[in-house]
């Protein structure tokens, strides 16, 4: 079947695939596209990154490539992995000679030997992946498909070619693979291959946290996160992989109180977010900001259940946890550790008369990130109670008009005191000491709460009367 049959409509094979195709003609080769490419070439998801198989040497092949693409193509060669790729304009290129692939049980990586495109496609890790399209000039835009990839396809299905326990055994990263292909693409996981996932999960063990992590950070960027993570959960890779994370799950009752499923609030939150954000670490910080909920649970007669301090806990956790999960421990990390700590401010001003000193505040500590720091609040409210969620946004907005208000007026984003601790130690002729960090601290508290603007001339003012305060007056030049 010729591929604009298969997807019903008219789909532009891209020039390069017929210059691939008449260069392995003059070669004598049989080549194909195959993988990533094709299932998202059907389901209408443009891509860039084309994986060509052919039938010999793959290297060969991406040289002649080479040749024929002239100077605006450039060529890397892996020798020892036996693959080549072309880099021209956009497109991303690989090429591959077909593999049998054997494994053996203590490493991903497999003894590979020359094959038929039919051995190709058995090696590899799903039905939807293992399509391919013949490129040759006689053959061009015929579809491949051994495994019923493209019936999976309009099924929304993640398969395996092979036997499950196999697939996964293999190679297991494919268990986090077909996690993350499930929530990208919103498809469901066959109940076999679901069931040699669970078979196969403690094998996870020999994969890299790196990889591990690179999935997950996939899963996070989805439309609907929250699937992987159920998935992740119901499968049991969850509790090996973000052990943390496992433990929100569960509710807790004494004496007929319960409280909030704190996973399915979690995900909830991350739910809401990812409709408003793509930024990663937004995304991770709402995966965080209950993470110390049960070390901090406590039952008390009068109140039911609180989780007193588990923003403080949860920041001092995240560090741990981005080591662990191999995640970046830059300014990506603190910037998620802040979101976690300061998570309950903005909604604490929903509950009390706000006052502008209180605003000016939580402004002087989120600086740039204020707006972040909003957006992940307001995906934190959730109640089964669709009246309770509209009034709360409501008087949410109330707080955002009035943060709106007080930055304009008082410009304290990036907020930094009008006066150093150098101009105070020049001002009075002192060394630096304990007094100049008290005097500083009184101006910025001065203007926090509203007793001077923020601006140098009224701020150098309350340093002299502070000064006196000390016994220091300002030194005659
Ligand atoms: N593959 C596999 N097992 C793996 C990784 C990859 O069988 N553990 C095969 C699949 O056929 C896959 C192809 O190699 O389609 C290319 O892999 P990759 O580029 O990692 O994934 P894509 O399918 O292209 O998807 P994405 O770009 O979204 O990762």
Redesign the pocket.
């Known amino acids: 079947m010729l591929i604009h049959e298969v997807t019903n409509r008219e789909v532009e094979l891209p020039e390069i695939l017929n210059t691939v195709g008449r260069v392995a003609d003059d070669l004598g080769l049989e080549a194909y596209v195959?993988?990533?490419?094709v299932?998202?070439l059907i389901l209408d998801r443009s891509?860039k990154?084309i994986?060509f198989v052919c039938v010999g040497s793959g290297i060969a092949l991406a040289e002649s490539v080479k040749k024929a693409l002239g100077k605006k193509a450039n060529l890397a060669v892996y020798k020892n992995f036996g693959t080549a790729a072309i880099n021209f304009g956009d497109f991303e290129l690989e090429f591959v000679g077909a593999r049998k692939e054997s494994y053996r049980s203590d490493s991903?990586k497999p003894i590979v030997e020359n094959g038929t495109l039919a051995d190709d496609q058995n090696?590899?890790?799903?039905t939807i992946?293992?399509l391919a399209i013949c490129i040759n000039a006689d053959r061009f835009g015929e579809l491949i498909d051994p495994f019923g990839g493209l019936e999976h396809l309009k099924q929304k299905l993640i398969k395996t070619p092979l036997e499950p326990d196999v697939t996964f055994s293999d190679?297991p990263?494919?268990i986090m693979?077909a996690i993350?292909?499930a929530t990208?693409l919103q498809f469901d996981i066959d109940s076999d291959t679901f069931r040699g996932i669970v078979n196969q999960k403690d094998r996870i063990k020999i994969i890299s946290q790196e990889r591990i992590t690179d999935e997950l950070n996939?899963i996070i960027l989805s439309k609907v996160p929250s699937y992987g993570f159920k998935l992740l959960f119901t499968c049991g890779l969850l509790e090996t992989i973000f052990p943390q994370m496992q433990k929100l799950h569960g509710v807790r009752k004494v004496n007929g109180k319960a409280h909030k499923d704190n996973f399915y609030h979690t995900l909830q939150v991350l739910d809401n977010i990812s409709i408003a954000t793509d930024n990663l670490w937004l995304r991770w910080s709402a995966i965080l900001h209950d993470i110390a909920k049960p070390a901090t649970q406590r039952f008390n007669d009068k109140v039911g259940w609180t989780f007193h301090g588990h923003e403080d806990l949860g920041a001092k956790w995240v560090p741990r946890i981005f080591k662990k999960l191999k995640l970046p421990l830059n300014d990506k990390m603190k910037y998620v550790q802040k979101l976690v700590k300061l998570h309950l401010r903005p909604i604490a001003l929903v509950n009390e008369e706000v006052t502008d000193s209180a605003i000016r505040r939580l402004l002087y500590e989120t600086g740039e990130d204020i707006d972040d720091l909003m957006t992940l609040c307001r995906a934190d409210i959730t109640s089964k109670n669709p009246d309770k969620v509209r009034r709360y946004l409501a008087n949410f907005k109330k707080v955002e008009n009035k943060i709106k208000e007080v930055e304009e007026r008082d410009h304290l984003r990036n907020f930094q005191p009008p006066i150093s601790g150098e101009t105070i130690i020049e001002t009075f002729g002192i060394k630096p000491s304990r007094v100049v960090g008290e005097i500083k601290s009184a101006i910025k508290e001065a203007i926090l709460d509203g007793e001077i603007k923020n601006q140098e001339e009224e701020a150098f003012q309350l340093m002299i009367s502070l000064g006196k305060s000390y016994g220091l007056s300002p030194k005659s030049n």
């Open positions: 195959v993988g990533g490419y299932r998202d891509s990154d994986d991903r090696r590899r890790d799903f992946n293992a190679d990263l494919r693979r993350r292909f990208q996939k």
